[in-house]
């Protein structure tokens, strides 16, 4: 089954500074992509950054990028410079090539930055 | 603009008494799907669609319908709504990019859902 695992519940960071969000996964396939996806208090679900597994490049995006490390499944998110419209919930997940649209989620990490 | 649409975006209701959520997208996309989200449990599949006609479970299909007679619309259904239902859902859309390769979901605004 595929799981995605994010270990930190809660986070806080101050401005202007760096904060990394940890994500693992689980999965059987060597084709696969990965997101971080934001959730700000509007609820709304605000893609953050996308990466394709087959590409060993880390994803950037701005102030955010990824460090992936395919082997650990291991799915980081750096943010650096941190701002105060960062604060947010942030999920990661992933889908599986062969699945299409089916999306795997973790539980969150609710991320707090401070001015 | 492309987006996706959800109605309503909150709801109350009773236990028992049927109701439908809406969403719909304006992009074309082949793929549609449904989520809760629940605190703790990040968001969980409810049921997807690969195209019209074509319906599948995902991982908390129970107490849900689906139907995709138009590639724009995918209604939710709860015919006998309970307690446990209480929840924010989200509809997605997203098609495969030209490469052939699935491409990003883009989320509904979210529906409050609360069942008494």
């Known amino acids: 089954a595929q799981t995605v695992t994010q270990s930190q519940p809660e986070m806080s960071v101050q401005e202007a500074e760096t904060v990394t969000l940890s994500c693992t996964y689980d999965?059987?396939?060597?084709?696969?992509?990965l997101f971080w996806y934001k959730q700000p208090p509007s609820r709304q679900m605000i893609l953050v950054i996308r990466?394709?597994?087959?590409?060993?490049q880390n994803a950037t995006e701005n102030r955010f990028s990824v460090n992936f490390q395919k082997a650990a499944k291991s799915f980081s998110l750096k943010i650096s410079d941190s701002q105060l419209g960062d604060t947010a919930m942030y999920f990661c997940?992933?889908?599986?090539?062969?699945?299409?649209?089916?999306?795997?989620f973790g539980e969150g990490t609710q991320l707090t930055v401070n001015p | 603009e492309a987006q996706v649409t959800q109605n309503p975006r909150y709801l109350i209701t009773v236990t028992g008494k049927k109701l439908t959520v809406t969403c719909s997208q304006n992009?074309?996309?082949?793929?549609m799907s449904w989520y809760r989200q629940d605190p703790g449990l990040g968001l969980r599949q409810i049921y997807y669609?690969?195209?019209?006609?074509?319906?599948d479970k995902g991982d908390v299909p129970e107490g849900y319908k689906v139907s995709r007679k138009e590639k724009r619309n995918f209604p939710l259904i709860l015919e006998s709504p309970s307690p446990n239902q209480t929840s924010l859902y989200f509809c997605?859309?997203?098609?495969?990019?030209?490469?052939?390769?699935?491409?990003?979901?883009?989320f509904g605004p979210g529906t409050r859902l609360t069942v008494l």
């Open positions: 997605a859309s997203s098609g495969w990019t030209s490469g052939g390769q699935v491409d990003t979901q883009y």
């Open positions: 997940a992933f889908v599986e090539e062969t699945s299409g649209s089916r999306l795997t």
């Open positions: 990466q394709e597994a087959y590409k060993q």
């Open positions: 999965t059987s396939e060597n084709n696969y992509y």
């Open positions: 992009m074309n996309h082949e793929y």
């Open positions: 669609s690969m195209n019209v006609e074509v319906t």
